[in-house]
């Protein structure tokens, strides 16, 4: 499709000008081909202010009942709306992206929980973006922001679904990314009796979201705990629907690591995962009798997978982890997870994480626009340098994996072998190659 990635539509924040707006809620009521309701809502991004503003005219427009929390995380979000009585969710963010870019997910009612918006649905606003027209709009009417209501219900369900538990005696770091999580997880934290040091947390909207921040940058948790002797640290992404983890030594533990300690602990035969997955826990999941179902990269395809086979936990190295009974990844529910776990079993997040053996792994970016992404795909020249390196690894027992990325311009090559240094040599000529061939 030409307009919805991996997650949703994502690029440079003036891309989601009036018109295009107008074209998504359009496309989105073709689709209903009923009255709906909506709820919108969104991350911290200095765009979201007023494309939230932009999408109140849209919905005004077409004679859609709209209402909207403004900033709250994305699976508060997508919980809420269901909640709430709603049709529809739509969630401006672009999630771990740079504050410059910005973006909408969509969220439909399933059989018992939201779910992200069908593949015709998809379609539907696809057609609509590529017939995109002038509009004439209609001012919207004042509305009561339901922030508050929704943020509620967001935290009972939260609680609900940890409890029992008690933090008490634990020391915990956590780095917001300046994003919605700001909104709530230090004080959830605090009512289950931890102890918080808070960094990154402004929750107005902002030009600092995921700045050397927040779930792809840890170096500012990993100097908070340990410069405070905290017990560990949790690191969430722009829109809270991911985490990471940093131990009490300052190692970081991923999303890969954290299905292994969710996965233990819940007694589970099956979980899935992407084929991101480092080799560790694959060797982990041999030795405790666990099947991994692994998927294509993004957390659509994991819940998809989930649904189709009947597996209870599902997620990404990234640290999208889909829970039992869960219907997207929740970076808030995860972290109080963890935390339960650690609590319940009187274990640090290292004693949880000691026998899973991560191979090394390198992840290089190759800047690319969306011609060059289609190359890397059909230019024979391409697959036939991709070939080769493929070649090299494997007779060394390493991997390697080139895709194009569903939510960002660029190329990731990711490796995995025995030995750091060669891949990150290796990987690195690769990237040289491919930017001249591309």
């Not at 919905?59 to 809420?80: D, K, M, Q, W």
Request: proline residues 2%; negative net charge.
């Amino acid at each position: 499709m030409q307009y919805f990635g991996t997650d949703g539509i994502r690029g440079k924040a003036e891309q989601f000008t009036k018109d295009f707006l107008m074209s998504i809620v359009e496309g989105l009521v073709d689709y209903s081909n009923d009255n709906i309701k909506v709820l919108i809502g969104g991350d911290t991004r200095e765009s979201t202010e007023w494309i939230l503003r932009e999408l109140e005219v849209a919905l005004e427009t077409f004679g859609v009942e709209y209402a909207n929390v403004s900033v709250l995380p994305t699976p508060a979000i997508n919980y809420c709306f269901y909640e709430m009585g709603y049709d529809f969710a739509i969630d401006v963010t672009a999630s771990h992206n740079p504050y410059t870019d910005n973006g909408i997910k969509i969220f439909e009612r399933g059989e018992h929980q939201g779910r992200k918006l069908c593949e015709k649905g998809c379609k539907t606003i696809e057609k609509s973006l590529q017939q995109q027209k002038s509009y004439t709009q209609i001012a919207p009417s004042l509305r009561e922001n339901l922030h508050d209501e929704a943020l509620s219900i967001y935290k009972e369900h939260l609680l609900k679904t940890v409890r029992p538990c008690d933090f008490k005696g634990l020391k915990i770091g956590l780095d917001c990314a300046n994003g919605a999580t700001s909104v709530i997880n230090k004080s959830l934290f605090e009512q289950l009796g931890a102890k918080v040091k808070l960094i990154h947390s402004d929750p107005q909207y902002n030009i600092k979201i995921n700045k050397n921040c927040g779930s792809t940058n840890l170096k500012s948790l990993q100097k908070l705990v340990a410069e405070n002797h905290l017990d560990f640290g949790i690191a969430y992404d722009g829109d809270g629907d991911r985490c990471m983890l940093i131990n009490e030594i300052g190692e970081e533990i991923d999303g890969d690591q954290i299905i292994a300690i969710l996965a233990d602990y819940f007694k589970l035969k099956t979980i899935a995962t992407t084929v991101m997955v480092n080799q560790g826990l694959l060797n982990w999941a041999k030795k405790k009798g666990i099947n991994i179902e692994v998927t294509a990269v993004g957390d659509s395809n994991v819940k998809a997978a989930m649904d189709e086979k009947h597996i209870k936990l599902g997620g990404e190295q990234s640290g999208h982890i889909i829970l039992p009974d869960e219907a997207t990844g929740d970076g808030m529910l995860t972290s109080l997870m963890i935390t339960k776990i650690i609590s319940e079993k009187h274990k640090s997040l290292g004693e949880l994480t000691s026998d899973i053996v991560k191979f090394p792994q390198i992840v290089v970016n190759v800047p690319a626009t969306a011609e060059q992404k289609l190359a890397l795909i059909k230019k024979e020249s391409v697959q036939k340098i991709i070939n080769n390196y493929e070649k090299k690894l494997k007779s060394a027992q390493g991997r390697l994996l080139v895709r194009p990325s569903g939510t960002e311009e660029l190329i990731r090559i990711t490796m995995w072998g025995n030995d750091k240094d060669s891949i990150n040599a290796l990987a690195n000529e690769l990237k040289a190659e491919l930017e001249e061939s591309l």
